[in-house]
């Protein structure tokens, strides 16, 4: 095959088809990359953002936490939207339960979900 009659057929190859079926054969790669993108990072982010929230619906007082600082302390007080933490004896902070990261297990020191 001449270098012409290879590009007259990747011409014709590329030329766009008429119909549903031509249509349907443009979009099939978005739609590809769309379902790859779904379930490689959209769905493991929901899931992870509904896993923390259930985390922080379930602090209750004498947990220890993770602020989104760095912070380790107990909780001593809950209320709707934020939390008091007790970082050492006396020192009391007030955190938005939002900014909570993770709740340690008492025993261990270590994250109570792994």
Do not use: C, Y
């Not at 549903?20 to 379902?35: D, T």
């Not at 955190?95 to 979900?113: E, F, I």
């Amino acid at each position: 095959m001449t270098f012409s009659t290879l590009t007259a057929l990747l011409l014709a190859a590329a030329a766009p088809s008429s119909g549903a079926a031509g249509f349907f054969v443009q979009m099939f790669p978005l739609l590809l990359i769309f379902v790859i993108f779904w379930f490689l990072l959209i769905r493991p982010q929901q899931k992870r953002m509904k896993e923390h929230q259930a985390l922080i619906a379930a602090v209750k007082k004498n947990d220890r936490v993770v602020t989104g600082g760095g912070l380790i302390g107990k909780v001593t007080k809950v209320s709707d939207d934020e939390v008091e933490v007790e970082l050492a004896t006396g020192v009391k902070v007030k955190a938005v339960k939002s900014t909570l990261t993770t709740v340690l297990d008492p025993k261990a020191g270590k994250p109570a979900n792994d």
